[in-house]
């Protein structure tokens, strides 16, 4: 088996998150939770709630995401293509997943930071720039539910899964933490433009607009 960027995030999260599934101090110590970066500037917090996770359920819905998108990102076609990151590939699925993470905090974090009473975890911001950069690369790529049989084109998904993300947000109260899901979503969209542009050798929205036409 190859050692890539996205199986090594993914034995580390199952492994700290199954740690936090016995331990509630290992919970306490890296959940998100603004008072303690605000006032006590424990910063690593950004990226340790990534690490942990509610449940079970919760944690094998992340990483099956994950480890499926990611790999997938990864590959020669995509991320390892010449024309987009080539040998460079682990390193920008680095930063596209730590950035992820971080950026699907800040709004949280700018809302929260004095707030005693909320707190957040899990990899769902980070895993939602994952998936939606492989969808602005690959808009055509089919996304099936094990409870919808059906192959949903990935720009359809996509488009849906943000507005109903800016939705339930708005809406507020439950137990998902809908905000990460969406400006995860949207650094991840927002990193493929910016750094494939800059590269110069691959056209994003060029491929976007083929590919959906095709």
Known sequence: ????????????????????????????????????????????RF????????????????MIALYTFGAFLESPAL????????????????????????????PDYFKHKDDYAFRSLGASGAVSSVVFAGILLYP????RFMFLPIDIPGWIFGGLYLLISAYLDRQGGGRINHGAHLWGAIFGIVFIIVFVSLKGDFNVFENFI?????
């Open 140 to 143: 055509t790529l089919p996304i």
């Open 210 to 214: 083929h590919q959906i036409r095709g």
């Open 47 to 62: 990226l340790t709630h990534g690490l942990i996770h509610a449940d079970l359920m919760h944690l094998a819905f992340n």
């Open 1 to 44: 088996m190859e050692i890539t960027i996205t199986l090594i995030i993914t034995v580390v999260t199952v492994a700290v998150s199954l740690w936090g599934f016995s331990s509630s101090k290992v919970i306490d110590n890296l959940i998100f939770f603004g008072p303690a970066i605000s006032r006590n500037g424990q910063y690593y």
């Open 79 to 106: 991320f390892g293509s010449p024309v987009i990151f080539g040998a460079d590939a682990p390193l920008y699925f680095a930063g596209l997943y730590i950035g992820g993470l971080i950026i699907a905090s800040l």
